[in-house]
Nanobody
Framework: QVQLVESGGGLVQAGGSLRLSCAAS???????????MGWYRQAPGKQRELVAV??????????TYAASVKGRFTISRDNAKNTVYLQMNSLKPDDTAVYYC????????WGQGTQVTVSS
């Protein structure tokens, strides 16, 4: 069983920045291999959508961004800490949502979600 702990959400004015973190852990003595780490978001009344994801396979790593955040958000990963980050710059009110961390390690695991609110 893998646990995800998110942090970094909050309230910010439009144009501001926030950094989200998500640390993955498992029971002592257990090991897990992560093939994807990413962030999704869900705004009120809308479906959950992909924000950014890092996928890894034998050929290397690949990063995918939603078109709406490309150029403003940056996803990164610290393999030693099993942690994924989302640096969000130039935030807009449309970015307001609950942000969920997700990893894939044989199956998908989800964090509890962290609220990001961008005021105009």
């Amino acid at each position: 069983q893998v646990q995800l702990v998110e942090s970094g959400g909050g309230l910010v004015q439009a144009g501001g920045s926030l950094r989200l973190s998500c640390a993955a852990s498992t029971a002592p003595g257990s090991a897990f291999s992560i093939t994807a780490m990413g962030w999704y978001r869900q705004a009120p009344g809308k479906q959950r959508e992909l924000v950014a994801v890092i996928t890894s396979d034998s050929f290397g790593s690949r990063i995918t961004y939603a078109a709406s955040v490309k150029g403003r958000f940056t996803i990164s990963r610290d393999n030693a800490k099993n942690t994924v980050y989302l640096q969000m710059n130039s935030l807009k009110p449309d970015d307001t949502a609950v942000y969920y961390c997700s990893i894939h390690s044989r199956v998908y695991y989800w964090g509890q979600g962290t609220q990001v609110t961008v005021s105009s």
